[in-house]
């Protein structure tokens, strides 16, 4: 059973950065497509960042050019840059399979308030 494990999440002033951290075992992850989530109360739980295997990523609308994704294989580690971070941009963020089909880890708080 694959289990992810996300820290480095905080309360952080609007304009602000933090980066998150997934670390997740299981020797298959170098070859699954990872994402970051997030939820706020209230919402639905949305996919803020994808990236592949080989390292290609995507965002979405809302975070492109303020988030970076990226991974490190050999670690198995998948990290969030957040820059810029704006009070809507609080939530639980989470780590997965693009395919969402590892079991959830316990996520990372983030908070973005003056």
């Known amino acids: 059973q694959v289990q992810l494990v996300e820290s480095g999440g905080g309360l952080v002033q609007p304009g602000g950065s933090l980066r998150l951290s997934c670390a997740a075992s299981g020797s298959i992850f170098r070859f699954v497509a990872m994402g970051w989530y997030r939820q706020a109360p209230g919402k639905q739980r949305e996919l803020v960042a994808q990236i592949t295997s080989g390292g290609t990523s995507n965002y979405a609308d809302s975070v492109k050019g303020r988030f970076t994704i990226s991974r490190d294989n050999a670690k198995k580690m998948v990290y969030l840059e957040m820059n810029s971070l704006k009070p809507e941009d609080t939530a639980a963020y989470y780590c997965?399979?693009?395919?969402?089909?590892?079991?959830w880890g316990q996520g990372t708080q983030v908070t973005v308030s003056s």
């Open positions: 997965n399979t693009a395919n969402t089909n590892w079991a």
